[in-house]
């Protein structure tokens, strides 16, 4: 509150903040940056999902890059560069590429 009081109001004309106004920010933020799981150990899945592609072969691995290449594609509509089983159909069916005005 006090760092918010001394700073924001000068530099960016925003008004003066009370204890429970900081405490309400404070909240926001926490929700707003990491969500509401929270815990002791936020980045614990990484070293989860780590552990568990190790312990993959590598048929289950190639079988894991392809299920999630497909769920990129049927999301994303395969528009990231390197997708690969990239969709046929969709808005450009007619083969031209976008943006050219050919309808």
């Known amino acids: ?15 003066l903040i009370n204890f429970w106004q ?10 707003l940056f990491s969500g509401f799981r929270g ?11 780590r552990q568990r592609w190790m312990n993959m072969t590598p048929e289950e691995r190639e079988r894991f890059k392809q299920e999630w290449g497909q769920r990129n594609n049927e ?10 089983n990239r969709r046929s159909e969709g808005p450009n069916t ?6 050219t005005g050919a309808a």
């Open 1 to 15: 509150m006090m760092l918010w009081n001394a700073l924001m109001p000068d530099l960016f004309h925003l008004p």
């Open 22 to 31: 900081a405490l309400g920010l404070l909240l926001l933020a926490k929700i």
């Open 39 to 49: 815990g002791p150990f936020p980045g614990r899945w990484r070293e989860q999902a």
């Open 75 to 84: 999301t994303c509509g395969g528009r990231f560069p390197g997708a690969e």
């Open 94 to 99: 007619q083969g031209q590429p976008e943006g």
